[in-house]
């Protein structure tokens, strides 16, 4: 009996070790990203269920129960939990990690250890009812084991970043005559670094961080393996705390730095509003006196706060303005813009009284932001304007961040699923107005607003309600604030559903929906959603 138990044990503390690793994976192995998630109602239905309930339960009854029953129903609930480990292992829905070198050395040490302890169990020849106490205990307990390996690791990890950044910082200092473009914010930085390097890419030889890389080890890694002759390199620039935009820049030296703009984007993890502005303008302080800084002049936080941080850091710094908005004192603007489904024009005006006509192959107004700023680093670098609105006619529908699918029965899908902040979510519901059919969104709660969740998400809730005919939110952190923010602007209460079960989302949606509407998937909704409604495998 104990052979066996200990052979279910195993199995489901595989499992448990290969979960908590891809946890901490996920948050980056950042700790108070980490512990945000356990503020979500995924994250604490982890350790708030039936499950480790009788496992608590049944650990604390063997203290004063030696009852050999009870280790035949924990010897069950392991048989059940080995069964679905294979089940999701055969249908490929197990939760593990990328098994990267550190994630292979987190593993290993659990693995490790936990077969020590184990070994040592079974030769001192304790009795079942102790055998059993300790697997329960450290079965419950994975998550502390797993998390102190992933800390005994970290300044390991430092050192070898240390190392790393250090490296590509030496081998940058290499090439004098490279033109480092440094963007960043809390929205749209892909995007505008996709459509600058586009641009660019038609007069100079260019080299971007690929994809989402955005991170230190990323972009050190970047400069390492791909940088050789190019003469522009633009880095997407992304951080979750203070200092580490400075930490970047010390590597690759930015002369131009671009601000896409500012909100309350992971304010859990900068832990203030104040220290997200701060964190973001690292950028700007870090550009050279002869350096230029991009900023969109329609963004509250960026006007209230750049005369004093500019003052303060770089006053010969050359700064260039544009919005669609607050067109006063600026340099760049945009007039007459016209969004439609799938694509977008409008004017670019420039102070010295230039005008030219842009049409772009992208969805979503919150588009021009991004070709504002690109055209202002292009015009910096001696391209015309006439020549930058020619290279935008031939940007293609994937640099947006949401992009325009066909669904199941005609329906058409409006895929922006990568991730979400408040900004992103408000523009692609300003987007949804100029289809005329039923209009759908479904989407998460959005994670790491800090105290400016509650706000955030009633604010959300009011623009649903002044576009949308159905909202289902997949999570249940904030539907709360959601729905009464939607309630107050009209909307009926059954057209705003909280469904965490993709199957039945789907036929929702099926139900709702005919031939030309449309639905907005917005943040990380269900991967089984997407396929289902996409018609994908």
């Known amino acids: 009996m104990t052979t066996i138990l200990f052979i279910l044990w195993a199995i489901r503390e595989v499992k448990s070790i290969l979960f908590w690793v891809y946890l901490w994976q996920l948050k980056e192995?950042?700790?108070?990203?980490?512990?945000?998630?356990?503020?979500?109602?995924?994250?604490?239905?982890?350790?708030?269920?039936?499950?480790?309930?009788?496992?608590?339960i049944f650990l604390c009854l063997l203290f004063f129960v030696k009852s050999v029953p009870l280790i035949y129903i924990i010897a069950l609930l392991y048989l059940l939990e080995s069964l679905k480990f294979f089940v999701n292992l055969y249908k490929?829905?197990?939760?593990?990690?990328?098994?990267?070198?550190?994630?292979?050395v987190i593993c290993g040490g659990c693995f490790i250890l936990f077969a020590l302890i184990?070994?040592?169990?079974?030769?001192?020849?304790?009795d079942i009812i102790q055998f059993v106490q300790y697997l329960l205990a450290i079965d419950i307990l994975t998550f502390l084991f797993v998390s102190a390996f992933v800390f005994l690791m970290h300044p390991l990890t430092l050192f070898f970043q240390y190392r790393l950044l250090q490296k590509a910082k030496k081998k940058r200092?290499?090439?004098?005559?490279?033109?480092?473009?440094?963007?960043?914010?809390?929205?749209?930085?892909?995007?505008?670094?996709?459509?600058?390097s586009f641009i660019l890419a038609h007069k100079f030889k260019v080299l971007k961080t690929e994809k989402h890389i955005n991170a230190e080890v990323g972009i050190a890694k970047t400069i390492?393996?791909?940088?050789?002759?190019?003469?522009?390199?633009?880095?997407?620039?992304?951080?979750?705390?203070?200092?580490?935009?400075?930490?970047?820049?010390?590597?690759?030296?930015?002369?131009?730095?671009?601000?896409?703009?500012?909100?309350?984007q992971h304010m859990a993890t900068f832990g203030s509003q104040e220290n997200i502005i701060k964190g973001k303008f690292e950028?700007?302080?870090?550009?050279?006196?002869?350096?230029?800084?991009?900023?969109?002049?329609?963004?509250?936080?960026?006007?209230?706060?750049?005369?004093?941080?500019?003052?303060?850091c770089n006053s010969k710094l050359k700064i260039i303005k544009f919005a669609v908005f607050n067109k006063q004192e600026v340099d760049l603007w945009a007039e007459g813009v016209k969004v439609q489904k799938e694509k977008l024009s409008f004017w670019?005006?420039?102070?010295?009284?230039?005008?030219?006509?842009?049409?772009?192959?992208?969805?979503?107004?919150?588009?021009?932001?991004?070709?504002?700023?690109?055209?202002?680093?292009?015009?910096?670098?001696?391209?015309?304007?006439?020549?930058?609105?020619?290279?935008?006619?031939?940007?293609?529908?994937?640099?947006?961040?949401?992009?325009?699918?066909?669904?199941v029965g005609g329906i058409n899908i409006i895929d922006a699923s990568y991730s979400a902040n408040p900004d992103g979510v408000i523009s692609a519901l300003d987007y949804l107005k100029v289809w005329e059919n039923k209009k759908v969104i479904v989407m998460p709660c959005l994670i790491e607003l800090g105290r400016s969740s509650k706000e955030v998400h009633k604010r959300i809730g009011q623009k649903i309600a002044e576009v949308c005919?159905?909202?289902?939110?997949?999570?249940?952190?904030?539907?709360?604030?959601?729905?009464?923010?939607?309630?107050?602007?009209g909307m009926k209460e059954e057209n705003i559903l909280f469904i965490e079960n993709s199957e039945k989302i789907f036929e929702k949606i099926k139900n709702f929906c005919g031939t030309e509407d449309i639905v907005l998937l917005e943040g990380r909704v269900p991967e089984r959603l997407k396929r289902l409604i996409l018609k994908e495998k």
């Not at 184990?118 to 304790?126: D, G, N, W």
């Not at 200092?173 to 600058?196: H, P, Q």
């Not at 952190?477 to 009464?484: A, L, M, N, P, Y």
């Open 29 to 56: 192995y950042h700790r108070k990203r980490f512990i945000d998630h356990f503020r979500t109602a995924k994250g604490r239905s982890i350790f708030l269920n039936w499950l480790m309930g009788v496992k608590v």
């Open 92 to 104: 490929k829905r197990l939760k593990k990690p990328v098994f990267t070198f550190k994630a292979i």
């Open 348 to 407: 670019i005006s420039t102070k010295e009284g230039k005008k030219e006509f842009c049409e772009v192959n992208l969805i979503g107004g919150h588009n021009v932001y991004a070709i504002l700023a690109a055209c202002a680093v292009a015009k910096e670098l001696g391209m015309s304007l006439t020549e930058i609105t020619q290279i935008l006619r031939e940007i293609k529908p994937d640099f947006g961040a949401m992009k325009l699918k066909k669904g």
């Open 224 to 264: 390492l393996e791909k940088l050789n002759d190019q003469e522009i390199f633009v880095v997407e620039m992304g951080a979750y705390e203070r200092g580490k935009i400075r930490q970047v820049c010390k590597m690759v030296k930015p002369k131009i730095g671009v601000l896409t703009g500012i909100n309350q």
């Open 173 to 196: 200092e290499k090439f004098r005559d490279l033109i480092v473009i440094g963007i960043t914010g809390s929205y749209g930085k892909t995007t505008t670094k996709e459509i600058t």
């Open 283 to 312: 950028l700007i302080e870090a550009l050279p006196e002869d350096g230029m800084a991009v900023l969109n002049w329609d963004n509250r936080l960026i006007v209230q706060n750049s005369k004093f941080k500019i003052k303060n």
């Open 469 to 489: 005919d159905l909202a289902i939110i997949t999570t249940k952190d904030r539907f709360k604030e959601i729905k009464q923010g939607a309630i107050s602007k």
């Open 118 to 126: 184990v070994s040592a169990l079974f030769v001192f020849e304790i």
